[in-house]
């Protein structure tokens, strides 16, 4: 079975903290992709990350991190020196082929001024 | 500017009726989708065409109805057979081959029922 699992419901920090938000994922196929989206409280789920399961390499891109570990089956989301922007909720998905994705439950951050 | 747009924003339905939420892209995405989501939860796959004049059932199919019959549009039909459509509706669309693609999404529409 194919699952994903964000185990944070919520979050809140202070800004300028950094903070992790984790995903942890469930698969037997060898090729799958990760993703990372948000979504602020406009509804729009906006796209931030797609990563293949052949590239552990992490990335960053400005203030974004991201951590691929095959050994434990996560792909976790850090966000540097917090904004009150980055208040939204995160969702991690997984791609099982044939057009389908498995999203987690997503996290809610709150970033307080 | 390409993008999705879906309308309305928010949609009343009132018991026995059937209501259409809309959703169009320019985009030249192939690929379609249809997503629910309930406060607190994930998304979940209503509907999803790969192509014009086909379609496929996700995990959610039942008391929905779906046609593609452009390319750019795929409209969802929520039918009086859906006993709790309460929920916001979520349209995407994606470039790239089945596993490889990257979904992009709507604005979203917001349906109650009255």
């Known amino acids: 079975a194919q699952k994903v699992t964000q185990a944070q419901t919520e979050i809140s920090v202070v800004e300028k903290e950094d903070v992790t938000l984790d995903c942890v994922y469930e698969t037997r196929d060898t090729t799958y992709y990760l993703f990372w989206y948000k979504q602020p409280p406009s509804g729009e789920l906006v796209f931030l990350i797609r990563?293949?399961?052949?590239?552990?390499q992490n990335e960053i891109s400005g203030r974004y991190s991201w951590n691929f570990q095959k050994s434990t089956s996560s792909f976790n989301f850090t966000i540097t020196a917090s904004q009150v922007v980055d208040s939204a909720v995160y969702f991690c998905?997984?791609?099982?082929?044939?057009?389908?994705?498995?999203f987690g439950t997503g996290t809610r951050l709150k970033v307080l001024a | 500017d390409g993008g999705i747009t879906q309308s309305p924003k928010y949609l009343f339905r009132k018991e026995g009726q059937n209501v259409t939420l809309s959703c169009e892209q320019n985009?030249?995405?192939?690929?379609m989708y249809w997503y629910r989501q309930d406060p607190g939860q994930g998304l979940r796959l209503i509907y999803y065409s790969q192509i014009v004049n086909d379609f496929q059932k996700g995990d959610i199919a039942e008391g929905y109805s779906v046609s593609r019959e452009k390319k750019e549009s795929f409209p969802l039909t929520v039918t009086s057979a859906q006993k709790n459509p309460t929920a916001f509706y979520l349209c995407?669309?994606?470039?790239?081959?089945?596993?490889?693609?990257?979904?992009?999404f709507g604005p979203g529409t917001r349906l109650l029922v009255l």
């Open positions: 990563r293949n399961s052949f590239d552990e």
């Open positions: 985009l030249n995405h192939d690929a």
């Open positions: 998905a997984l791609s099982k082929g044939t057009y389908k994705y498995i």
């Open positions: 995407a669309s994606s470039v790239g081959s089945a596993g490889e693609e990257t979904q992009y």
